[in-house]
């Protein structure tokens, strides 16, 4: 079974930066599609950046302050780069990545920003 764990979620303050890694062990497949999702206590978790081979797409709240990548040396590995965190960035961020037709998340990593 396909084993993805994020890393890099922590307490920072509004206007810090945060890098979140995220990587799949447990098979010979490569990713098709990867992305980052959020849950704030008490909501439904929600898309934060996608991304493939051909594109990347970001949740409103996200434009042109995150962005999404791949670690093209190392494959099933997505990173998500935060910056001018705000406190409505704070929730458990989960990565997603479609491996081998099946998907396959993470326990999450905390992100809190404090005002």
């Known amino acids: 079974q396909v084993h993805v764990v994020e890393f890099g979620g922590g307490l920072v303050q509004t206007g810090d930066a945060l890098r979140l890694s995220c990587a799949a062990s447990?098979?010979?497949?490569?990713?098709?599609?990867m992305g980052w999702y959020r849950q704030a206590p008490g909501k439904q978790r929600e898309l934060v950046a996608f991304?493939?081979?051909?594109?990347?797409?970001y949740a409103d709240s996200a434009k042109d302050r995150f962005t999404i990548s791949g670690d093209v040396a190392v494959k099933n590995t997505v990173y998500l780069q935060m910056n001018s965190l705000k406190p409505e960035d704070t929730g458990r961020y989960f990565c997603?990545?479609?491996?081998?037709?099946?998907?396959?998340w993470g326990q999450g990593t905390q992100v809190t920003v404090s005002s």
């Open positions: 447990r098979t010979t497949y490569s990713a098709s599609s």
């Open positions: 997603y990545m479609r491996i081998g037709g099946v998907a396959a």
């Open positions: 991304m493939n081979s051909s594109n990347a797409r």
